[in-house]
């Protein structure tokens, strides 16, 4: 039978956190407040770097661009969460889900190689230092961020393009808050096995591969001023840890959500929001309170407000 005429399900129901009244609304003011301070600190991140001339450098303009993803990927999930908690009626259009799995996916694998580039932009700077301009010029940040967008549009398309064709002809209840692919694979109303195998192995072995790809090049690094400068070693772990911190925030829940083989709602729902709202904050702060030049980029940025508004 043809599977377009089994799709009939026009929307997904999401199951959603908890039907407590306070924990909805401890929910939602967790969410808010996080949600907002990492617009705010993102788009700070981005204002400073593009006013600065100081910080037009490819350390910056990666991190620049590590603040858009952040921003539009907790923008994804959050504002439609946060919509949903009160509602008894939690749903989402099908082509709604589609979009949602499309930009989680695209935005996902465009930071994962953002994020690779931002060790190797490290190694360079700290392992080759008369090199770094030569080798992390503008025309390599552009191709890099051309590469990264163009590997994460294909890592989303690809996997989408198996499930969109799929025949959905019954269940619609997702016990999550917001659509993924192992979730929406499971309501088709057909045989998935090995599909849910693909996805889950794609995205587990993406995830688990670039997470030791980045562990494994910082520890290179350290090796390698280790055996130049002993003294240096301590300022490369300064810079480092900033880094390894953020990916393992931001590996942590995909490597859970992909590739454990013991699912459980409650823990996948837990790491889900804190990958939703509270990795995109962390970010800028791990970032930018390590930063002396981007602190004081951002209290330039802040005086300058201040005195265009009294001016006004």
């Known amino acids: 039978m043809d599977g377009a005429n089994l799709s009939v399900v026009s929307e997904f129901v999401f199951l959603g956190f908890s039907n407590s009244w306070e924990i909805q609304l401890l929910l939602f003011l967790f969410s808010f407040v996080f949600y907002l301070a990492s617009l705010m600190g993102n788009f700070l991140i981005l204002f400073s770097v593009t006013s600065d001339s100081n910080l037009h450098s490819p350390m910056y303009i990666l991190l620049a661009k590590l603040s858009f993803l952040d921003l539009g990927g907790c923008s994804t999930v959050a504002p439609k969460m946060m919509y949903d908690i009160f509602r008894k009626h939690k749903a989402i259009s099908f082509g709604g889900c589609i979009a949602q799995i499309f930009f989680i996916h695209a935005i996902g694998g465009t930071e994962m190689v953002l994020l690779i580039a931002m060790a190797f932009d490290r190694y360079v700077a700290i392992c080759k230092p008369l090199h770094y301009l030569t080798i992390m010029s503008p025309r390599m940040c552009i191709i890099i961020l051309v590469v990264a967008w163009i590997l994460g549009l294909i890592h989303s398309v690809a996997q989408l393009a198996f499930v969109v064709d799929l025949p959905f002809c019954g269940p619609n209840v997702l016990d999550s808050f917001y659509c993924?692919?192992?979730?929406?694979?499971?309501?088709?109303?057909?045989?998935?096995?090995?599909?849910?195998?693909?996805?889950?192995?794609?995205?587990?072995?993406?995830?688990?591969?670039?997470?030791?790809?980045?562990?494994?090049?910082?520890?290179?690094?350290?090796?390698?001023?280790?055996?130049?400068?002993?003294?240096?070693?301590?300022?490369?772990l300064s810079t480092l840890s900033a880094h390894v911190t953020v990916v393992i925030l931001f590996f942590g829940p995909l490597i859970f959500f992909y590739t454990w083989p013991f699912p459980s709602s409650h823990v996948d729902k837990f790491l889900a929001i804190l990958d939703a709202v509270l990795t995109p904050f962390l970010n800028p702060m791990i970032y930018t309170f390590r930063n002396k030049e981007m602190k004081a980029a951002m209290r330039k940025l802040f005086y300058q407000l201040v005195g265009y508004r009294k001016m006004s």
Request: net charge positive; charged share 15%.
């Open 180 to 236: 993924d692919l192992p979730q929406l694979i499971r309501l088709a109303c057909t045989k998935t096995d090995s599909l849910e195998f693909m996805v889950t192995a794609n995205s587990g072995f993406i995830s688990v591969g670039s997470f030791f790809i980045l562990i494994i090049s910082y520890i290179f690094i350290l090796v390698t001023v280790r055996k130049h400068s002993s003294g240096g070693l301590s300022k490369a």
